[in-house]
């Protein structure tokens, strides 16, 4: 029997579904972009915010609150995940996606125009911690929104490389901050840069903002999420009954996020703290060496997506989490090379740094699929967002302080072994999901469904 040629009309609506994800691909990518170089620009320039709004007689104190700040944005995110999930599970993806961007960048420009201790005293920190709780609510709705969009609008082909874009467009926002940071220390200084330099990587956010802005006011709002407001079938009460019904699944997906940030927590954002407060590594060294090293390791999620496609989530998660264990120690191990060593120990290090973050950036693509295929179209906003934020809270959030104080008290290399704890659960919890069933997950018919892990699937075909 002869197979069927598609009818034009086919054609047509299979060229603009792939058209229509592309576009959210991209614009998915540009708002995690700007996500995340919101988000770590302040730790970046920790070294310079450190004593303007935490002066303290000791460095390595102000250097640990301004880290305490850092989590306290990761703190505020589960709220915004409930908020601007509900509001996407209601409103729509493409709305709530909309406002969150508006709402980080403002944060951040705000950040840039804040008063310093010298000028305003104590009232200096208590607005620098206000202003980094508003970028963690609004952080909290971002990605978790963007998963949704994504996953509802790629037809159901290259889930895996489309959900890549979101990780990548966060890792080259982490890469830009640095180089924007060791630009600025180039041309200006570093007495220049703590005298206001800082805040010029800060309020470039603001035409950040508005590019990405533009760009998805373009983009279409899911067809599951039209079809489901079409037939006026949208949950009224998106948060109660994710929160209710489904607990279970947001619980087992926020200890699989919170492994996968656990790592990125200690292998990105505490890296440059380690460099520069313990090796005492020059600024504009560390700056220019996690930037190229994160551009270079960015490929690994690529490779993730590819991978998870090609040979399922399960494997994609062992090969990531697996090698980033296997080369945490060498990684700070050869870093202590890059203070006294030449420029072959300087590129020695980085590649294994580079190595590292493309191991550890593989595993990301295949916990955006698990994620959004655990819960049905009516909460997906919602329970996807809250359990992302849930887990990035201890993953991302306190990895960075607690890498900090292990490094204090148990020695520069003890920060490795939450990078292998959290690779051992990590596969644990992958093992376990993927191993439940072997069903289509994406669709409504699982909502009246008992058992919440009929809904994971492997790709493992």
Not at 75 to 92: I, K, M, S, V, Y
Not at 115 to 144: K, S
Not at 232 to 248: D, F, M, Q, Y
Not at 409 to 434: D, N
Request: hydrophobic residues 50%.
């Amino acid at each position: 029997m002869s197979k069927a040629t598609p009818t034009p009309s086919a054609l047509h609506d299979s060229r603009r579904i792939r058209t229509n994800a592309v576009r959210v691909g991209t614009a998915s990518m540009l708002g995690t972009f700007i996500e995340f170089y919101d988000f770590t620009c302040y730790g970046f320039l920790v070294v310079y915010t450190a004593p303007l709004f935490f002066p303290a007689d000791d460095p390595g104190t102000g250097i640990l609150a301004s880290l305490g700040v850092y989590g306290v944005g990761y703190l505020a995110r589960p709220l915004g995940a409930l908020f601007f999930g509900r509001l996407g599970d209601r409103r729509g993806r493409r709305f709530a996606l909309l406002v969150t961007v508006i709402g980080m960048g403002g944060a951040t420009t705000l950040m840039g125009l804040l008063p310093t201790y010298g000028t305003v005293g104590v009232a200096a920190p208590v607005l620098l911690v206000l202003v980094r709780m508003v970028q963690g609510f609004c952080a909290g709705g971002e990605i978790g929104g963007a998963a949704t969009l994504v996953a509802e609008s790629d037809g159901g082909r290259r889930r895996g490389r489309f959900q890549a874009l979101i990780p990548l467009g966060s890792s080259l926002g982490v890469a830009v901050s640095p180089a924007v940071v060791g630009l600025l220390v180039t041309v200006l200084g570093a007495k220049d840069m703590a005298h206001g330099g800082w805040r010029i990587p800060l309020l470039l956010s603001a035409a950040m903002t508005l590019a990405v802005v533009v760009y998805r006011v373009r983009v279409e709002d899911s067809p599951e999420f039209r079809s489901l407001a079409e037939a006026e079938a949208v949950e009224r009460s998106p948060v109660r009954t994710a929160l209710r019904g489904h607990w279970r699944m947001i619980t087992v997906s926020a200890v699989l996020n919170l492994v996968v940030t656990m790592v990125l927590g200690v292998l990105v954002n505490y890296m440059s703290v380690y460099l520069l407060s313990v090796l005492e590594v020059p600024p504009i060294k560390v700056y220019w060496l996690s930037a190229v090293c994160l551009f270079l390791g960015a490929g690994g999620f690529l490779v993730g997506g590819w991978w998870t496609d090609r040979f399922g989530r399960r494997s994609a998660m062992l090969l990531g989490l697996g090698g980033s264990a296997a080369l945490v120690f060498p990684v700070l191990y050869g870093m202590r090379s890059v203070r006294s060593g030449g420029a072959w120990a300087l590129v020695a290090a980085g590649a294994l740094y580079v190595l590292a973050l493309a191991f550890s950036y593989a595993a990301a693509p295949s916990m955006y699929v698990t994620l959004t295929q655990a819960f049905p179209t009516r909460v997906r906003y919602t329970a996807v967002a809250f359990a992302y934020n849930a887990g990035a809270v201890a993953g991302g959030g306190l990895t960075p302080y607690l890498a900090a104080q292990l490094t204090r008290t148990a020695g520069p290399r003890a920060a490795g072994w939450l990078v292998v704890a959290a690779a051992v659960t990590g596969v644990a919890v992958m093992w376990l999901l993927t191993s439940r069933s072997r069903r289509p997950a994406i669709s409504d018919r699982s909502i009246d469904e008992p058992n919440e892990f009929n809904r994971i699937t492997d790709t493992d075909n």
